[in-house]
């Protein structure tokens, strides 16, 4: 049974990072409208929020893989002006747009139905927030996924990540790698590790002399 089950959870991590849209797309609306991922529902006091607040400076952000609106509901109404949340999921963003509407946010929080790996903004953001998200990204595609996004940054913006790179104790080696990866080629701000189960969050910007390459 572990070796079944863990074989399941390889194939789905697989498809969630290397498939195609259609079926990340069936995948993610399967599991949110089974209901799944509901234990996720309430996340206030998430350490997230501290470091969102202080360096969002009541301005932008831009929230990849929002998943159910969490951050865009619970993060302080006062804390930023304006909130895009993209997310796969249509069943995901149905649920985000309704907590919005009823929290009285519809005229800052808005939502996109896209894979973020291919999203292009329109504009500018102070932070741009990979809330756990990065899991999803190939190890070879983070760079140039932040890259990418760093022309979406405002002069003072900042990239946001959250993850946890600790199991039962035990470092999970692809996220420290991913870790690895943002502490070689931007410049970090700020760190932090939160607790027994290692949730770490970190902020950095692109690094002064350009946007940086090496794997």
């Not at 999803?136 to 022309?151: A, E, R, T, W």
């Not at 979406?152 to 996220?175: A, C, E, S, W």
Request: hydrophobic share 35%; aromatic share 12%.
């Amino acid at each position: 049974m572990y070796i079944v089950d863990r074989s399941k959870r390889f194939v789905r991590g697989f498809l969630l990072s290397y498939g195609p849209q259609m079926i990340k797309r069936r995948v993610w609306d399967k599991e949110f409208s089974e209901g799944k991922w509901n234990f996720i529902d309430d996340t206030r006091g998430d350490c997230v929020y501290a470091h969102l607040e202080k360096y969002a400076q009541k301005g932008s952000i831009l929230d990849l893989g929002c998943g159910p609106g969490n951050t865009a509901n619970e993060l302080a109404a006062d804390a930023y002006s304006s909130y895009t949340g993209v997310d796969i999921s249509e069943e995901a963003l149905a649920k985000a747009a309704t907590r919005t509407e009823a929290n009285g946010r519809a005229g800052k929080n808005r939502f996109v139905r896209a894979d973020f790996l291919e999203f292009q903004p329109s504009q500018r953001f102070d932070v741009v927030l990979f809330r756990e998200s990065m899991y999803h990204i190939p190890i070879g595609k983070i760079l140039p996924i932040l890259n990418k996004y760093s022309h979406h940054l405002t002069d003072k913006g900042v990239f946001i990540v959250r993850m946890y790179v600790l199991l039962n104790g035990q470092v999970k080696h692809r996220p420290m790698r991913m870790i690895r990866l943002i502490e070689g080629n931007f410049d970090v701000i700020e760190k932090r590790q939160t607790g027994e189960w290692g949730a770490t969050v970190i902020v950095f910007r692109p690094k002064r002399n350009g946007l940086q390459t090496r794997s």
